[in-house]
């Protein structure tokens, strides 16, 4: 089979490797679709190289077929369209103990702490196999995983129907937000530097501001009536998102920390005493925002065509990540993992 392999020095090589097969409590997936993240182009620049073990076949967003179960395995006949929730927690560590078993201290990432989906078949323990419904297209079902980790910030966020929420990044992740607010009936804005992923979010419903040309202050004053939002939910990963998510907010308003912030940043602690505001952090998801990503998915809620504007072969691995790395209004890039060439 056909494994993409991250290799250090910002390289992903294709190459062949032979299928793991399973053993006692794990299953084969014949792997059709798996997507490119932010966290995934964090590997390839080098970020995490204290934690990959190259070379390693990274990736974890995905869908699929069972191809094979080891003894044990119950439930998840050959040829079960499926997908994966990617954590394995070790249920002794303190945070396991509390019951936050997806934030565990000794968490295994999978696709990062260990191999991934970029590969024709992937081998993985049968508790993290999560069965797609009939009907769910394989490309929509590798939306799954980050359809789970906008539900899980939605979660955090306390969000309620009604309530006025802006969301700083327009990239996959902070759509996806957009679109899972929406879906709770709260009132959303997106501010995106990017024309192609503003007009995106345009194409789903969303309302969208331009910080570069939009007197974005102004305009959330005037939607709430001058009272600012009541959450703001940080994405871009950027210093200059920190800052205008805390202006933003009102009274007792609430930070939701998305992206990752590789480098410390400063924060404007005055404001959150004078304005009694809270920041939450938000870290992957719970098994039960996969069962509400499944549902959103399957109920046509999430814009999954409009989301997935690259889908390139297995064969072509690198250049998916060149295309996300390129930016130029690429928003959700899959790598199809059933090509053989």
């Known amino acids: 089979m056909r494994a993409a392999l991250y290799t250090g020095n910002s390289t992903i090589v294709v190459e062949e490797r032979p299928p793991v097969p399973p053993g006692s409590g794990e299953v084969q997936i014949d792997v059709a679709y798996t997507g490119i993240c932010g966290t995934d182009l964090h590997i390839l620049h080098g970020g995490m190289d204290g934690r ?72 993985v323990p049968a508790g993290v196999v999560i069965p797609l419904p009939a009907g769910l297209a394989l490309p929509h079902g590798a939306l799954v995983e980050p359809t789970a980790v906008a539900v899980h910030d939605v979660r955090r966020a306390a969000l309620h129907a009604g309530a006025k929420a802006v969301v700083i990044g327009g990239g996959p992740i902070g759509v996806l937000i957009a679109l899972v607010a929406r879906s709770v009936d709260a009132d959303v804005v997106l501010v995106e530097v990017d024309a192609r992923r503003r007009a995106i979010a345009g194409e789903l419903g969303i309302r969208t501001l331009d910080p570069a040309h939009d007197d974005v202050g102004g305009e959330v004053a005037e939607w709430t009536g001058g009272a600012g939002a009541a959450v703001a939910f940080e994405v871009s990963g950027s210093a200059a998102g920190v800052t205008t998510a805390v202006d933003l907010l009102a009274v007792r308003g609430r930070l939701v920390v998305v992206g990752l912030h590789s480098q410390r940043r400063e924060i404007d602690l005055f404001r959150f005493f004078w304005r009694e505001l809270t920041m939450v952090g938000a870290r992957v998801y719970q098994r039960r925002d996969y069962a509400t990503a499944i549902d959103l998915l399957r109920a046509g809620r999430v814009g999954a065509e409009t989301l997935i504007t690259h889908v390139v072969p297995l064969s072509d691995a690198a250049g998916a990540f060149d295309a996300l790395r390129g930016g130029g209004g690429v928003m959700k890039v899959l790598v199809d993992c059933r090509d053989a060439a």
């Open 52 to 123: 990959v073990r190259i070379p390693q076949t990274i990736g974890h967003e995905m869908s699929g077929h069972v191809a094979a179960v080891g003894a044990d395995v119950a439930g998840l006949p050959v040829g079960t369209p499926v997908t994966v929730l990617p954590l394995r927690w070790c249920g002794a560590c303190p945070a396991c103990l509390a019951g936050h078993q997806h934030i565990c201290h000794r968490l295994d990432f999978i696709g990062i702490d260990s191999p991934g989906a970029m590969q024709q078949r992937w081998t």
